[in-house]
């Protein structure tokens, strides 16, 4: 067995038949609109979200913030989430680009609820910003999943008080799939919705922005503004054509290996993991024992070939996150290891 490397979904690699692709894409020059693999990649992203149009943007951050730079007039005001990776995980990117200022919700649950849309919406007023956009996440950065009607009741609060809505979706098909739902119905939840073809479906770069199409057509020129337009991006596009037409199929696989290794690692002295909140590939857990150092934990997993993250997310809490380069074998040594490591303490 190779590395096994938890640290995030972020570190998957492309697949064999994504590198075939890769090279025997056919290219043009997509700043001209002529690179036939990513207008096909466009199409089919437009497609699976239920939108008109969709834009192939570098990482899940550019989609974020071509999506804001295209929903708001300077100075708006955005509500979002505390937690939700616009705001903390994107350097106050909104701020810098787009001139944002913020109205965050801070629910221990990290959801954003329509009673704080309304909340935190401005009263028409000289003195404050106007209300811009609401900014939604799906799945959640702490790896759970938003149920659809909360999702909606948020949006709806928002189109009633005559703001859009962009829903983050990085990891939309983990959220669809916890949900029992067509990644539609939580696109249809907001006017633009960025997700990643990189991250758990395998791709090596890349995201989509999804709307209407005069959306789009704002947000191609917004990309151009954050130096984001490519050249010969089919030659990404293909993999991300494979990431949406077959690696979405198994991302059941690190669904069930994230709560495998969730009820192993509770079963473990010294280790708390909260179960009910393993929705997706991601385990949060918390060391419950006196002597446990995180830098200490993670030379320990080092040594055997296991690569964590020994920087808590918020709450004291570490997360380990399955992906396709986890098999079930993997997780068997991992927790082998940890169970090791626990003893010692
Ligand atoms: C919820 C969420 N949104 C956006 C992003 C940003 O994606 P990228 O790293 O491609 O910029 C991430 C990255 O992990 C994410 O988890």
Same mark, same amino acid.
């Given at each position: 067995?190779?590395? !096994?490397? +938890?640290?995030?979904?972020? @570190?998957?690699?492309?697949?064999?038949?994504? $590198?075939?692709?890769?090279?025997?894409?056919?290219?043009?020059?997509?700043?001209?609109?002529?690179?036939?693999?990513?207008?096909?990649?466009?199409?089919?992203?437009?497609?699976?979200?239920?939108?008109?149009?969709? +834009? #192939?943007?570098?990482?899940?951050?550019?989609?974020?913030?071509?999506?804001?730079?295209?929903?708001?007039?300077?100075?708006?005001? !955005?509500?979002?989430?505390?937690?939700?990776?616009?705001?903390?995980?994107?350097?106050?990117?909104?701020?810098?680009?787009?001139?944002?200022?913020?109205?965050?919700?801070?629910?221990?649950?990290?959801?954003?609820?329509?009673?704080?849309?309304?909340?935190?919406?401005?009263?028409?007023?000289?003195?404050?910003?106007?209300?811009?956009?609401?900014?939604?996440?799906?799945?959640?950065?702490?790896?759970?999943?938003?149920?659809?009607?909360?999702?909606?009741?948020?949006?709806?609060?928002?189109?009633?008080?005559?703001?859009?809505?962009?829903?983050?979706?990085?990891?939309?098909?983990?959220?669809?799939?916890?949900?029992?739902?067509?990644?539609?119905?939580?696109?249809?939840?907001?006017?633009? @919705?960025?997700?990643?073809?990189?991250?758990?479906?395998?791709?090596?770069?890349?995201?989509?922005?999804?709307?209407?199409?005069?959306?789009?057509?704002?947000?191609?020129?917004?990309?151009? @503004?954050?130096?984001?337009?490519?050249?010969?991006?089919?030659?990404?596009?293909?993999?991300?054509?494979?990431?949406? /037409?077959?690696?979405?199929? $198994?991302?059941?696989?690190?669904? /069930?290996?994230?709560?495998?290794?969730?009820?192993?690692?509770? $079963?473990?002295?010294?280790?708390?993991?909260?179960?009910?909140?393993?929705?997706?590939?991601?385990?949060?857990? /918390?060391?419950?024992?006196?002597? #446990?150092?995180?830098?200490?934990?993670?030379? #320990?997993?080092?040594?055997?070939?296991?690569?964590?993250?020994?920087?808590? $997310?918020?709450?004291?809490?570490?997360?380990?996150?399955?992906?396709?380069?986890?098999?079930?074998?993997?997780?068997?040594?991992?927790?082998?290891?940890?169970?090791?490591?626990?003893?010692?303490?």
């Amino acid at each position: 067995m190779g590395v !096994i490397d +938890l640290r995030s979904d972020t @570190v998957t690699q492309p697949t064999d038949e994504m $590198r075939a692709a890769m090279a025997g894409a056919e290219l043009g020059d997509d700043v001209y609109g002529d690179d036939p693999t990513v207008n096909r990649l466009e199409a089919l992203a437009a497609k699976v979200m239920g939108k008109e149009a969709a +834009l #192939f943007v570098t990482s899940g951050t550019q989609g974020n913030q071509v999506s804001i730079m295209t929903h708001i007039q300077r100075g708006e005001e !955005i509500i979002a989430g505390v937690q939700s990776h616009i705001i903390h995980y994107e350097a106050g990117a909104a701020a810098r680009l787009s001139g944002a200022a913020y109205a965050l919700a801070d629910n221990p649950d990290h959801v954003v609820y329509a009673a704080d849309v309304r909340r935190l919406t401005r009263p028409s007023d000289i003195h404050f910003p106007r209300t811009g956009l609401l900014c939604l996440e799906n799945a959640l950065c702490d790896g759970t999943a938003v149920p659809l009607k909360t999702m909606r009741a948020s949006s709806e609060a928002a189109w009633e008080l005559g703001f859009k809505v962009h829903l983050d979706g990085a990891r939309i098909f983990n959220a669809a799939l916890t949900l029992g739902a067509d990644p539609k119905e939580l696109a249809a939840c907001a006017d633009s @919705v960025m997700f990643c073809v990189s991250k758990g479906l395998c791709a090596p770069v890349g995201s989509l922005v999804c709307g209407t199409r005069e959306f789009v057509e704002q947000a191609r020129r917004n990309r151009k @503004v954050l130096g984001g337009a490519m050249r010969q991006a089919g030659v990404l596009a293909a993999a991300g054509i494979i990431a949406i /037409e077959k690696m979405t199929k $198994r991302l059941w696989e690190d669904h /069930e290996n994230a709560r495998y290794l969730g009820e192993k690692l509770a $079963r473990i002295p010294g280790i708390k993991v909260n179960e009910e909140k393993i929705h997706i590939n991601m385990v949060f857990w /918390e060391a419950a024992a006196p002597g #446990f150092d995180s830098a200490d934990f993670v030379s #320990f997993l080092a040594k055997r070939n296991i690569k964590a993250s020994g920087v808590p $997310r918020g709450g004291g809490l570490y997360r380990m996150v399955t992906h396709n380069g986890v098999s079930r074998a993997a997780v068997d040594a991992v927790v082998e290891a940890v169970k090791e490591y626990a003893a010692g303490l």
